[in-house]
């Protein structure tokens, strides 16, 4: 599987990405969320998830892990295939619907075109138990800092090394709301002084 793609943004449209890569330019589909996240640059980093079907290759783009991981939550539910749960990303930032999954909003979900009673209900059903508001959260804040790639490298490290990944979290988030512009190797030597 392709984990990332970096390289610069040639085509770029709110449901489609081409990156270059050493001379070779991806299709991406993408969520507004992801379309925001990139509008206005010219190069960047993009997280993949391929899709292959009898008749296609698709690569899906992310902007961070968390909404990667949302959306391999989403097709994992029966009747949620991959435009479907684009779709939904679309409509709902990814701390958003980690939010409206937890407090079992039905409302939230069917007010997203395409989605009906009985396939909210489904995915409220099958991922009530995977989604963890607190993890989405402190990761959203430090997205919304400009410093995601820092705190998702910071937390891997300390996870790697035995610490719990919300207490990691937690401390990544609450270093760089204090210091934003800290390197990856100073935020995890700040974040062992605290655990």
Known sequence: ????????????????????????????????????????????????????????????????????????????????GPNTARMILSSLPPAALVEVISAKNEAALTAVKGIGLKTAQRILIDLKNKVKPAEAVAMAGAAAMGNAPVAEEAVAALVMLGFQKAAS???????LKSSPALAVEQVIKSALRML
Do not use: W
């Open 1 to 80: 599987m392709i984990e990332y793609i970096k390289g610069d943004i040639v085509e770029f449209t709110p449901a489609r990405m081409v990156m270059e890569c050493s001379g070779i330019g991806y299709e991406l589909h993408i969520s507004l969320n992801t379309y925001s996240a990139f509008n206005g640059k010219a190069n960047g980093k993009i997280y993949t998830y391929e899709v292959i079907r009898e008749d296609a290759r698709l690569l899906y783009g992310f902007a961070e892990k968390l909404e990667r991981e949302l959306f391999l939550m989403l097709i994992s539910v029966s009747g949620v």
């Open 169 to 175: 979290q937690k401390a990544v988030v609450s270093i």
